[in-house]
């Protein structure tokens, strides 16, 4: 890690032991440093402002404020940390939520280490932390409410883009991995991650797994 700044974590949790473990956790990883842990989304603001970290770890369910509206709080501010959610994927029906929050993604609290350390490392590279296959079980989860109003929303965003770029937010909408678009549309992958950004410009989405989602609701 010479010349390298160590990415800077938070973790919020209000199970005083969850939080032991994953910060005891995270710092046998040389590329990370936890910079604190707080245990409700209601001091979330205050720890970020006290420790400028780069990604927090965010509890879904706390007793107090809640994940995903802490989530919403951080990404109105300028510049805000990656948020990674903490949760257990079968029994908790507001991951959705989280996501369209603002959530870079999800772990379920079971992950093992090494791939917690590995989602920490690719959010804080901006990237998501939904595999292919993970964001497909989300989008087959996906609750049923609100359906007309969502997918009226989604063909408004939907609309801003060219042909092309709907032939891409299509393939992420399908859970295709950029090496995948890339050889499904015949083009580089550093082609798609052009793509992908500027579709995110001009849907105003926050990352990729947000347009996964409006790509679902919107079938192109």
Do not use: W
């Amino acid at each position: 890690m010479a010349g390298v700044s160590a990415i800077r974590v938070l973790v919020v949790d209000d199970d005083p032991l969850v939080r032991a473990g994953l910060t005891l956790m995270l710092r046998g990883a040389d590329e990370l440093v936890v910079v604190g842990g707080v245990a409700d989304g209601a001091d979330v603001g205050a720890a970020v402002d006290a420790h400028t970290p780069d990604v927090v770890l965010m509890d879904i369910r706390m007793p107090g404020l809640n994940g995903i509206d802490a989530t919403r709080l951080l990404r109105r501010r300028p510049d805000p940390p990656h948020i990674i959610m903490l949760t257990t994927f079968d029994a908790d029906e507001h991951v959705f939520g989280a996501l369209r929050a603002g959530a870079s993604g999800f772990l379920l609290k079971d992950t093992p280490p090494e791939g917690i350390v590995d989602a920490v490392l690719r959010v804080a590279a901006g990237e998501p932390i939904l595999s292919p296959g993970v964001t497909r079980r989300l989008i087959a989860h996906l609750a049923p409410e609100a359906e007309d109003r969502r997918r009226d929303d989604a063909r408004r965003l939907l609309s801003r883009l060219s042909d092309r770029e709907r032939e891409v937010a299509a393939a992420v909408g399908r859970g295709r991995s950029n090496a995948d678009i890339a050889a499904e549309l015949h083009m580089s992958v550093g082609t798609v991650k052009s793509y992908i950004s500027r579709i995110l410009t001009k849907t105003n989405l926050d990352n990729r797994v947000q347009l996964a989602l409006i790509a679902h609701d919107n079938p192109l």
